[in-house]
């Protein structure tokens, strides 16, 4: 939120000085006020209506309580007294307040007010008292306008026209890889127009929770890192969640905040009308022993670590008959109190050694780095392969992704090659 907006000119005979100032009083007080200002102009006065060095260069900096962003314009013309004039449009906010898109407010409300002077002397020739005339109405009516709009349209004069919008800044979007799968939170499909990037309508489809961004690019037949592109711009809008691959074969547990939706009724009453399956008959959810709130918190107090999906829907079959399984881990996962237990495969020494050795050969011979060491120890390609991912830092749903195997074929080929660890955290 702004806190105040100035208009600031080099003088003469005065030096820098404050003309216009909204709220009145807020930067530099008239001698019969009593109001405290935000900042002290004196000051600061060397940063706001600077050098001619420093001009046309955003300049903030910071008071304990404020932060104050300017972009100081120089113009030299000898139609100016000493040649020049000099003169900055300030914006005040909190300290702690996101300052990244009010930078290109102050960036393009300084190029508008140099195109005005530069055209017509907008600026040098307002004789306006301190805090009347166009330039105090300008800064008035865009400080209402950002703080109560995030927007506003002033028409300056009958060719000029200042249009701005605040764009929210979010933070960056987490780190996305093949093996995760995004959910969407919004309908994307009402989104959508005709106008929207090509690989970003070929995507749209295919994301519905159960696709990874791998499996994804390739239902879309779209390169890779065109999709993965698509599906990180959703990300940083928060239009999406990532969870990971669900498969029978997972392991699940509880989290503290699961204590959040034993107590919370409402929450309980959205998991049920989420993962409760329909009926056969008319598609409405079964009336007969209907699943309930403490159904719902007596199995996801079951869960616990290893045991897998696949045994916990054995061993609560008859409640779980009623529910879509997939969705009622996706729920606690997504509301936090659910987390997934991943599995990890780590080499034992000798084959970490056979690692570093055939490093070394590499750099001798022509061949492909995984035919060197499958030619060498007597492997197949494919298990050559399979050990860079044996270090103990890649789950095995980024493993099967890369490799595009199913989870039994890879405890497969791990069990063949020996001498492996799989560990579950």
Known sequence: MIKAIFFSAFHTTEGPKVLHQVPADSISPSSTSTQIPLLHFPSVSSYIVPRPEFCSHLITFCTPAHRVLSHPVCLLSSSYP?????FSIALVLDISAPFASYATVTLKLASLLRTLEEQSRFLSRDTSPPNTGKIYALCEILLEDLNNYCESMIPIDDFNTLNIKLFPTYPPPPPLYPHHVPLSTVHLDSLTDANWDLTMLKVLPYIDGINSVKQVSLLADADYKLVRKAIEHLLYYGCLLLLDIFSFSAIYAPTAELASFVQDVEMQEECVRYVALPSEGNGETSKQDPITGFHLVELFLSLKQAQTVKSFYIEHSETMDKID????????????????????AIATSRILQRKRDHKLKIRQKALPPMAVEARDHGMDPDSAELEKFLDGTHCFDEICTELMISEQELVGRLKASGDVQIICR
């Open 82 to 86: 000493r040649n020049a004039y000099t």
């Open 325 to 344: 399984v997939r969705r009622f881990i996706t729920f606690g996962v997504i509301k936090g109190f659910l987390y997934r237990v991943h599995k990890y």
